[in-house]
Every structure is written in structure tokens, then in C-alpha cells.
């Protein structure tokens, strides 16, 4: 029979054993977490493990999240032109032409968000207004907004010296696309309108960018129609400030598939097409070649609704309007590379101010 004081030894044995298991099992499972997570865990009080805190995905997405800067826009503001070039992949397929104001508050808003440069384009700019709503848009830019680069891509056959007379003093560049030094290569991909030569326009508008002090650029898209040709020697004579040269691009509902206004097919070219294009105008120092790759989500593209166009999926899906949802919401859906528009040189000496040319 036990004693009292053999009762009272027993239970403390007893109570400083559980004490002790309780310590072990709490041990045993910090190592057991450390060991399975890989993750360092605090010394904290018997019984209460701390775990790392998991972020929510909306954490998650918001820090990964870089707010991409429009620092060059195109500005497709119409969608009208008249050529029939057979590989456009900006057609026809709306008249729309926002309000000059609401073209101006959106414009407005795009510098504040850091565009520096904006390039108006369609469709034919010059068609709208007879060149009047371009213009207008053009001096608001360069005196309202001050940017620093105001640029313009056409056809090149509504132009007149008249338009440069009252605007040419806020443009920095403009582009006029040619496609081939051969006035019938031309016609027959659409480049043309009635008996009017493309080339002899093209020459107006070259001399013209020079006694209004204007940087003159060339775009050429390579398809199967030119794709032999050598113009090293037209090029080199016109000297245009930059050469874009863009290998032929099918777009999803604009020059290919269902409710397209082109056929584009038959333009297409392979890479390596593009490369002997390239490779036979070398010695072309102005030469800027884009190859589809490079085109495709390497421009921040603005439609005639002010929408941004993401390219990605090889057709245009739009953004809401950035005059109902602001800048910063609908370049999340553009599509934008921004390293890729730095890597194809989409940033250069775009201010006729620091390009110091010999006018």
C-alpha cells in the first residue's frame, strides 16, 4: 500500500513526463513543417505554430503588374481611304470619325499618362476633311500638348503643298508608303488611283518635306509582288530619314478569315523571303526592317473609337474606350511589348528639332 508521500512523487513523475511529451510533440511538428514547406518557422509558446502568410491572388496580380507607359501611340482615327491595297490590315469596316474635341481630350489624356510621341494614320488621315481634321489635330499636339514628336503615315495622294503651308511647322515626320519603284508592281497591289502615278506624287511630297522642313520617311511592305525587286538605288536617292520595311502580316478579320475586307493570301511571304529582301539592301543605311514577330505586339495601337487593338492572337481584340475608362485602364489590354518596341528600335531621334538635317 502506497504512502501519502509515495502518492504525492508519483503524480509530479507523471506530470513531468506529460509536460515533457507535450514539449517533444510540439518540437517535432515545427520540424515536420519546416521540413515539408521548406520554410523557416519562429520559436513561438508550446501549441502555437506560426505559418507564413499566403498572398491573395489579387496581391498577387497587383505587384507583378507594371504600368506600361504610351510613350508612342498610332492613332488609326479613320478607317476610309482610297486605295484598295490588297494586303491593308486596317480596312474599311466602320465611317466612324470621333468628335475633333473628344479626339483632342483623348489626346489630352494620353500625354498625361507620358506619350511623347503620336503617329496619325488609318485608312488615309488625308481623306477626312480634306486633311483639315489631321491638321488640326496635328497643331494641337505639337502647340497645346507640346509633344515632342508629331508624326504622320499616308498614301501620300491627297496631300498638298497648301497643307503644308498652314501645318507643316508642327510636324516632325511624315511617311509615305511605297511599295515599289514600278508604277505597274504598284497597281496591281492596289497602291494606286485611276491614271495617277504613285511615284510622281511621291517625289512631290519628298521635295515638299524639304522646303517646309519636314523629316521625310518611306514604309515598304514586302510581299509576294516585290519581294524580288532592288531598290537600293531609288532609296538611296530619296534618302528618307528612316526605311520601314515590313514583312507582309495576316490579320484575323481585317486581309484573312470570316467578315475580312482583303484577301491577303496570296501576299504572304516566308521568313526567309524577307531576309534575302533584306539582305540584298544592306548597304541601305536607313533601312529599319519588322519583320512579323516585331510587329505584332510591338506598337500601341489607338482605333477610330480610341480603343487600343491587342494583336496577340492574330487579330485586333479591343480595350474599352480611353475616354470612358481612362489611360491606365485600357493599356492593360493592349497587348503591348514594351521590351520588343524597344528591341525593334521603336525609340529614336523622332524630334525633327534633334535630328539636325541639312534641309
Known amino acids: ?43 513561438t509558446p508550446v501549441g502555437r505554430i506560426s505559418r507564413p502568410k499566403t498572398r491573395t491572388k489579387e496581391q498577387k496580380e497587383g505587384s507583378s503588374t507594371q504600368l506600361t507607359t504610351p510613350s508612342s501611340v498610332n492613332y488609326h482615327f479613320t478607317r476610309q481611304c482610297n ?35 503620336v503617329n496619325f494614320s488609318g485608312g488615309e488621315p488625308f481623306l477626312h476633311e480634306r486633311g483639315h481634321f489631321l491638321g488640326e489635330l496635328v497643331r494641337y499636339c505639337k502647340q497645346e500638348l507640346q509633344l515632342p514628336s508629331v508624326s504622320i503615315v499616308s498614301n501620300g495622294s491627297l496631300i498638298t503643298e497648301t497643307w503644308f503651308q498652314k501645318y507643316g511647322d508642327h510636324l516632325d515626320i511624315l511617311a509615305v508608303s511605297c511599295d515599289s519603284f514600278n508604277e505597274d508592281t504598284n497597281k496591281v497591289i492596289g497602291r494606286g488611283q485611276g491614271r495617277k502615278s504613285h511615284l510622281d506624287k511621291l517625289h512631290k511630297v519628298h521635295n515638299w518635306c524639304r522646303d517646309y522642313k519636314v523629316a521625310f520617311k518611306i514604309n515598304s511592305v514586302i510581299n509576294t509582288y516585290n519581294v524580288d525587286e532592288d531598290m537600293t538605288e531609288q532609296i538611296t536617292d530619296l534618302n528618307p530619314v528612316r526605311w520601314k ?26 521568313e526567309q523571303q524577307f531576309q534575302d529582301f533584306l539582305d540584298r539592301h544592306q548597304s541601305v543605311k536607313c533601312l529599319v526592317p519588322e519583320s512579323n514577330q516585331k510587329m505584332r505586339d510591338s506598337y500601341l495601337i489607338l482605333d477610330e473609337y480610341m480603343r487600343f487593338l491587342d494583336c496577340r492572337e492574330g487579330r485586333k481584340d479591343p480595350s474599352k ?3 470612358d475608362v481612362g489611360v491606365e ?7 503591348f511589348d514594351e521590351k520588343m518596341f524597344l528591341i525593334r528600335g521603336g525609340k529614336y531621334l523622332w524630334s525633327k528639332a534633334d535630328m539636325k538635317l541639312e534641309w
Request: overall charge positive.
Open 83 to 117: 486605295y484598295k491595297c490588297g494586303f491593308c490590315f486596317h480596312t474599311a469596316k466602320t465611317s466612324f470619325v470621333v468628335p475633333i474635341e473628344e479626339a483632342k481630350r483623348g489626346l489630352r489624356l494620353l500625354k498625361d499618362a507620358g506619350m511623347e510621341k
Open 245 to 270: 520595311v515590313f514583312q507582309c502580316l495576316l490579320i484575323d478579320g481585317e486581309n484573312a478569315g470570316e467578315n475580312s475586307l482583303r484577301e491577303a493570301e496570296k501576299f504572304i511571304i516566308s
Open 329 to 335: 485602364e485600357a493599356i492593360k489590354f493592349s497587348g
Open 321 to 323: 474606350s480611353i475616354l
Open 1 to 43: 500500500m502506497l504512502t501519502s508521500n509515495q502518492v504525492g512523487f508519483t503524480a509530479m513523475l507523471m506530470q513531468f513526463c506529460v509536460k515533457n511529451v507535450h514539449s517533444f510533440l510540439a518540437a517535432l511538428l515545427r520540424w515536420v513543417f519546416m521540413l515539408v514547406s521548406g520554410t523557416q518557422v519562429q520559436q
